[in-house]
């Protein structure tokens, strides 16, 4: 067998096919980075819309809280084949990558939401009770006292679903979207060995997966240490 | 009118039982009030209601003249503009340092200058014995300490009227003493305070009136000599033998 990679591998490492896996890990950067970072922004507004001592109004509420539980429990698969089928009922022209990076902000946000929220009711009421009878407005009261505290419960979590959206991006190669998992379908199917398509693909998913376990930890422990609790 | 007035107050807990019930109290400017009472008659609810964190089912509190809406944004703000209160558990930012607990809300609420603000804040901390501690986070605090920084920064605020819940019931007893001393020079000041505590010689001494308060309803308000001395209900003869025992 390791003769047979060996004999394969220059072939397999040639110009074109990395041209080929850079292109796809590309896609799965972009992916899982601007749908992360959207996906949070997003859940992080719909969990302060949902906070009653916030901005939380009913209809806002019960919508916001309505959908967080609803694409929580939803297999990212079902929830990618909804987008590809509400883009196409709708008439929009949308890429697969568009469906693939809209299905990712989706689930990040209901699962940013939760987290979010989690980490607000982690802050005890009387930190509140104090910013509020000293005019501190929603807002201040949020960035000011209740953010600081709360990153300390909100950041493992959050970058623990970060790890695990980029691992869902390979979930979109189903509907054909050409990120990694796909790349290594193809190759896979233009003859070579499913062992070096996909141990490839493997090391490039560690590649991403581990700086950004790293990143969070760092932030963690820089956040953490300024936000004693 | 007297300076704070406060007419039939009711107030309860979501939906449930009343906590206050028709509570009537008049402040005069520089006046000290102390507000006694068992523990659960409702004193730390006044208070709370007063800055705006619980909305009265009923009654009215006028300060200086302008009634306090307490549903209406504006009017809420310039009421808190002017109440500071000291909370039983101190309720100190547990992500700052003393210094900017102390100097935070006049910075960023009252948008006064930061480098006036702090040398104030600083004057304030050490006049409350804890000039080394300014760098300090509240959880590096003891008890007594957290409760000196929650005092300095209710005064930073530079309030009409101060609330204080219970300030020196945390407190080491070789600390009460100096905590006291800061409150009396505030009196004589002329700061106007409501003070809730179990400090009975104290209150005698600094409060012009006290209120009973007993199952959320004032029984019997008066001269603090009075009270002790010659109090008319029952209720309150049974709370002063009961507390002067111990
Ligand atoms: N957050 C709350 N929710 C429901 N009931 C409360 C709450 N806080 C206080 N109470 C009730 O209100 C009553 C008055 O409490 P409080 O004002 O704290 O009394 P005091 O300060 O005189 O000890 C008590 O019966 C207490 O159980
Ligand atoms: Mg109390």
């Keep these: 067998m390791w003769d047979q990679i060996l004999e394969d591998a220059p072939r397999f490492f040639g110009p074109w096919n990395l041209l080929f896996l850079g292109e796809a890990l590309v896609n799965t950067l972009l992916l899982s980075y601007i749908g992360a970072a959207l996906g949070f922004m997003i859940g992080f507004g719909l969990a302060i819309g949902r906070h009653p001592r916030l901005y939380g109004i009913l209809p806002v509420r019960l919508a916001a809280t309505a959908y967080v539980e609803v694409f929580r429990r939803i297999p990212f698969l079902v929830k990618l084949m909804c987008v590809f089928f509400a883009f196409q009922l709708s008439g929009t022209q949308a890429t697969l990558f568009t469906v693939a990076l809209v299905t990712v902000v989706l689930s990040a946000a209901a699962f940013a939401a939760e987290i979010a929220r989690a980490g607000i009711e982690a802050v005890p009421a009387p930190q509140w009770d104090a910013a509020e009878a000293m005019n501190f407005s929603r807002w201040r009261v949020l960035t000011r006292v209740v953010a600081p505290q709360s990153w300390r419960v909100v950041l493992p979590p959050l970058f623990g679903y970060a790890v695990g959206f980029i691992k869902s991006t390979s979930i979109a190669s189903q509907i054909g979207v050409m990120e990694l998992t796909y790349a290594a379908k193809i190759l896979n199917t233009r003859g070579f060995s499913a062992l070096l398509c996909f141990g490839t693909i493997l090391v490039l998913y560690f590649l991403i997966c581990w700086p950004t376990k790293r990143i969070g930890e760092r932030l963690e422990a820089r956040l953490g240490r300024r936000a004693k609790a | ?246």
Excluded: C, W
Excluded at chain 2, 82 to 97: D, E, G, K, P, S
Excluded at chain 2, 149 to 167: G, M, N, S, T, Y
């Design chain 2, 1 to 246: 009118m007297a300076f704070l007035s406060i007419h039939g107050l009711t107030v309860s807990y979501g939906g449930k039982a009343d906590v206050l019930r028709d509570v009537s109290l008049e402040v005069e400017r520089g006046e000290v009030i102390g507000l006694i009472g068992p523990s659960g008659s409702g004193k730390s609810t006044i208070l709370r209601t007063l800055v705006g964190l619980l909305k009265p089912r009923a009654g009215t509190v006028t300060l200086d003249g302008t009634k306090v809406d307490y549903g209406s944004r504006g009017s809420l703000r310039a009421a808190r503009d002017r109440f500071a209160i000291v909370f039983q558990q101190y309720n100190l930012f547990q992500n700052m340092t003393a210094l900017r607990n102390v100097a935070i809300a006049p910075t960023l609420v009252k948008k006064r200058g930061r480098a006036t603000v702090e040398e104030e804040a600083r004057a304030l901390l050490a006049r409350v014995g804890l000039a080394e501690k300014v760098n300090a986070y509240p959880d590096e605090l003891s008890g007594g300490q957290q409760q000196r920084v929650a005092i300095a920064r209710a005064l930073a605020l530079k309030p009409d009227i101060l609330l204080l819940d219970e300030i020196t019931a945390a407190l080491d007893p070789e600390l009460v003493g100096e905590v006291l001393d800061t409150i009396r020079a505030l009196q004589k000041d002329g700061m106007t305070m409501l003070i809730v505590s179990h400090e009975m010689a104290f209150i005698r001494e600094v409060a012009s009136r006290v209120a009973f308060l007993d199952q959320g309803s004032v029984v019997e308000t008066g001269p603090p000599a009075e009270m002790f001395d010659r109090p008319n209900s029952p209720r309150l003869k049974e709370f002063t033998s009961r507390i002067l025992r111990h």
